[in-house]
Nanobody, 126 residues
Framework: VQLQASGGGLVQAGGSLRLSCAAS????????MGWFRQAPGKEREFVAA????????TYADSVKGRVTISRDNAKKTVDLQMNGLKPEDTAVYYC????????????????????WGRGTLVTVSS
C-alpha cells in the first residue's frame, strides 16, 4: 500500500487542522492505521491509531481529548482532526499502515507498522 499525507500547514495556537492520508493499493480495510509525528531533533512518536473497521481507536496521552482519528474504507482515507493545537504539536506528521489480523491490538510503536507515507508539516505558532 502507498500512503500520502496532506493537510499540514501553519496555524496559531488554539487553532485546528485536519490531516488526511490517502492510500492506494488493495486491501486497505485489512490494515490498522496510525498517525505518528516527529519534531526536529526528536524521535518519531505515536499520535493515534484506528482499527481495520474503524471501531477501535487509541491516542497518545499528549493529544487525548484534542485529536480524533477516523477512516473511510470506501475512500481509502484516514483522517486526523486536531483541535486546540499547541506549539509543542509542531512536527512532521506521518501516516502508517499495519497489516494486521482483525483481532490484533493497535500498534503504538513505529516497529509495528509496515508502510509509511511521506509526512506533512504542521507548524503551530504561539
Amino acid at each position: 500500500v502507498q500512503l500520502q499525507a496532506s493537510g499540514g500547514g501553519l496555524v496559531q495556537a488554539g487553532g485546528s487542522l485536519r490531516l488526511s492520508c490517502a492510500a492506494s493499493g488493495p486491501s486497505f480495510s485489512r490494515y490498522h492505521m496510525g498517525w505518528f509525528r516527529q519534531a526536529p531533533g526528536k524521535e518519531r512518536e505515536f499520535v493515534a491509531a484506528i482499527s481495520r473497521s474503524g471501531g477501535t481507536t487509541t491516542y497518545a496521552d499528549s493529544v487525548k481529548g484534542r485529536v480524533t482519528i477516523s477512516r473511510d474504507n470506501a475512500k481509502k482515507t484516514v483522517d486526523l482532526q486536531m483541535n486546540g493545537l499547541k506549539p509543542e504539536d509542531t512536527a512532521v506528521y506521518y501516516c502508517a499502515a499495519d497489516w494486521a489480523i482483525i483481532s490484533a491490538p493497535l500498534g503504538t510503536t513505529t516497529s509495528q507498522y509496515d508502510y509509511w507515507g511521506r509526512g506533512t508539516l504542521v507548524t503551530v505558532s504561539s
